[in-house]
């Protein structure tokens, strides 16, 4: 059973930056990408960014370009999400995610994590 566990959110104020960690554990084979997926109130779960594991560019959403990165660390089966200049419209329910068939659509989501909170203030 994959386990997929976040940490690194929390409070900040607007421009300030955090670090979301998802440690994942229970996954013997390749996994095909890994992203973090986010949900606000009262709207739809949506993709932030993901990376293939087999390489090629990471997908950013428009509205994080150039503020947040992700990036893993193989070694450690961790992913990273830094996210600087953080503006009140990112406040939301952080997610990681894995899947062995694809990250753009969220029914090939194949795990998720519990989730970690991401509030920011204005």
């Known amino acids: 059973q994959v386990q997929l566990v976040e940490s690194g959110g929390g409070s900040v104020q607007a421009g300030g930056s955090l670090r979301l960690s998802c440690a994942a554990s229970g996954y013997t084979y390749s996994r095909y990408c890994m992203g973090w997926f986010r949900q606000a109130p009262g709207k739809e779960r949506e993709g932030v960014a993901y990376l293939y594991t087999s390489g090629g560019s990471p997908y950013y959403a428009d509205s994080v370009k150039g503020r947040f990165t992700i990036s893993q660390d193989n070694a450690k089966n961790t992913l990273y999400l830094q996210m600087n200049s953080l503006k009140a419209e990112d406040t939301a329910m952080y997610y990681c995610?894995?899947?062995?068939?694809?990250?753009?659509?969220?029914?090939?989501?194949?795990?998720w994590g519990q989730g970690t909170q991401v509030t920011v203030s204005s």
């Open positions: 995610a894995t899947s062995d068939k694809g990250c753009y659509y969220l029914d090939d989501i194949r795990y």
